[in-house]
């Protein structure tokens, strides 16, 4: 038998990776299915032992020891390890996408009203963001999200303070004319390859108002707003 959906995912995974997961699996709060764990290490010892195809009957034997292949339960492990490795993977891209765990911390303490750990973790997030290398449209609308988390919080327990509205308005205005610009980029470079025509309402009118310098020297905007004019001009040239 080929590979399985599962069996495939994992294989992409690097040995790290595969070292890592077998940690999640050995949670009992991400898992407490063992039979998932042992299909598992079945799998790995395929991927180190160079084993392209995947036989169900000895991963049930492995995965179910002592007991006679069941087709039904071996399909529902492949599905429950599935479901683990996507779980994991999710995680994963959290813990590496800047200031979002940040962002869900603050949420979290919003919800549980503790308002010291909130304010302290406020500091921190908004230090991180500062910290971030890149000024691109992320950035400005992980900026938004903390702002929003501020103002939220702010409404909520009617403290007195700057509600830093302007900042949040800004950044979302930044996010969304850096991101319809980036989106022009792509549609004009499959314009200047094929005839398609796509409806862009608003294009035109971002266009004008940044030339008239609404957040032009923001790097996330200059940046898009540039290309989409060098491939404007691209596509005169070849008229």
């Given amino acids: 038998m080929r590979k399985t959906h599962v069996f495939y995912l994992i294989s992409l995974f690097s040995y790290k990776e595969r070292k890592a997961f077998q940690s999640f699996l050995a949670s009992p709060y991400f898992n407490r299915r063992p ?5 598992f290490d079945y799998f790995d010892d395929c991927i180190r032992l160079g084993i392209e195809e995947f036989d169900a009957q000895k991963a049930f034997a492995q995965t179910f020891q002592g007991l006679p292949y069941d087709d039904q339960k071996m399909r529902h492990s492949l599905h429950y390890l599935k479901r683990a490795v996507e779980t994991f993977l999710a995680l994963e891209e959290w813990q590496d996408t800047p200031i979002l765990p940040d962002i869900s ?38 900026k938004y999200a903390f702002y929003q988390e501020h103002y939220e919080y702010t409404n909520r327990t009617k403290r007195k303070g700057e509600m830093f509205l302007q900042e949040q308005t800004d950044a979302l205005t930044i996010f969304y004319i850096s991101g319809i610009l980036r989106q022009s980029c792509i549609i004009q470079s499959h314009q200047n390859i094929t005839a398609s025509d796509y409806n862009q309402e608003l294009v035109d009118l971002v266009i004008e108002r940044v030339k008239n310098g609404l957040f032009r020297e923001e790097p996330s905007v200059a940046i898009y707003f540039h290309s989409l004019q060098a491939l404007q001009n691209l596509k005169d040239d070849h008229a």
């Fill in 35 to 39: 039979e998932t764990s042992r299909l």
């Fill in 105 to 142: 911390l603050l949420r979290s303490y919003k919800k549980k009203e503790a308002i010291h750990f909130f304010e302290k973790q406020m500091n921190t997030t908004l230090e991180n963001l500062e910290r971030s290398p890149f000024r691109d449209i992320q950035y400005h609308f992980n």
